[in-house]
């Protein structure tokens, strides 16, 4: 089916550990985007990226790491796990007029 | 820098109007948006509006754009249950989208 998928949807993981949120697109669009979203602070940016091999820091994107080694994919990988990193990820991606989000990730960080 | 600002709560009697409010700063955005997000749900877009319009509608949706004082509504009729949830407002800027930080919508019987 065409869309944004991400995946897995509930992670809980410790202090510490490395951990890898997976964000796939169907539409070929350039532009993808990973925001966190907490209470109080609405929406977030994380990185995004304009297109293959193009990525860039958005707000708060300490503690993260992308890549966009094809257009479609987009990971975000937490390098060393924190606490204050217990949040819900969305990852996004924006045609000429319109920001899509995928169904997003609950991370729980013991 | 760019900033979305917005009440972080409303309260609506069920069948009357809602209307959420919304001031941006960057008098170049192209595009500004209204998202909504159920619990547990990511966001939806419900509508936009190009920088050059005034006003959209569509169905129980009425957005409206005032360009002179950055100021973006959305007015919700006849509001029901089921509209009960955040709305974030979002400005396009660069190639960037930037968002508020929602308003919750609360619905009274």
Redesign the interface.
Known sequence: DAGITQSPRYKITETGRQVTLMCHQTWSHS?M?W?RQDL????R?IY?S?AADITDK?EVPDGYVVSRSKTENFPLTLESATRSQTSVY?C?S?DQ????????TRLTVL | GEDVEQSLFLSVREGDSSVINCTYTDSSST?L?W?KQEPG?????LT?IFSNMDMKQDQRLTVLLNKKDKHLSLRIADTQTGDSAIY?C?ERWS???I????TRLHILP
């Open positions: 532009y985007f925001y109080g602070h609405g929406l940016l995004y304009a958005g969305f996004a924006t007029d319109t920001q899509y989000f995928g169904p997003g | 595009y948006y998202y749900a990511g966001l939806q877009l936009y974030f979002a190639d960037k989208i968002f508020g930080k929602g």
